[in-house]
């Protein structure tokens, strides 16, 4: 499986520069970073939590967690968990279970994005399988999915 083909039309149609390359299999953020030398400050993963009911999409690096306290104080929402795997999987059909990319509307899904990722120059990221990620400017990935920022590592809780 190579990324899926969405995400491809998207960044070429938007003329984005990015770099595709496969890595051994790694099934964590931290593992793939690892795998595909990149600095886990600088891979960003993507944690779907169910916020009020509604389905929104926190990139966070792969070195940090969601504090869904700090989560919910910047959305202003009631309530907010981790979604399971079982609820959101049937919304990247085109994915490997747990590697979809960054990309939230591609799928319909509002984008939060920690403060954190925003300074780096570059990220990378999971990009539908196991096996493969994507690595592009930051400023690229704002401008094209135009994320909603918290403040300063406001939904970054202690790294792990």
């Known amino acids: ?11 070429e ?6 770099q595709a390359s496969a890595h051994p299999e790694a099934f ?9 030398h990149v600095p886990g400050r600088s891979f960003a993963k993507a944690v779907m939590i169910n916020a009020d ?17 700090r989560l919910r104080a910047c959305l202003g929402i009631r ?15 085109d994915c490997d279970l747990g590697a979809m990319p960054i990309f939230g509307s591609l799928y319909g899904i509002p984008v939060l994005v920690s403060h954190e990722l925003t300074e780096n120059e570059e990220i990378a990221f ?12 930051v400023s690229d990935y704002l401008a094209a999915e135009q994320p909603r920022v918290c403040g300063r590592e406001a939904i970054l809780a202690t790294a792990t």
């Open 13 to 18: 149609e938007r003329k984005i520069p990015y």
């Open 28 to 36: 964590t953020a931290q593992q793939s970073a690892q795998a595909a």
């Open 126 to 137: 999971t990009a539908g399988t196991h096996r493969e990620i994507v690595r592009l400017r």
């Open 53 to 69: 009911g509604k389905f929104w999409m926190a990139v966070v690096p792969a070195t940090g967690r969601v504090d869904l306290a």
């Open 1 to 11: 499986m190579s990324i899926p083909d969405r995400l491809s039309r998207f960044l």
């Open 79 to 93: 309530k907010a968990r981790l979604a399971s795997e079982a609820e959101f999987s049937p919304l990247f059909a």
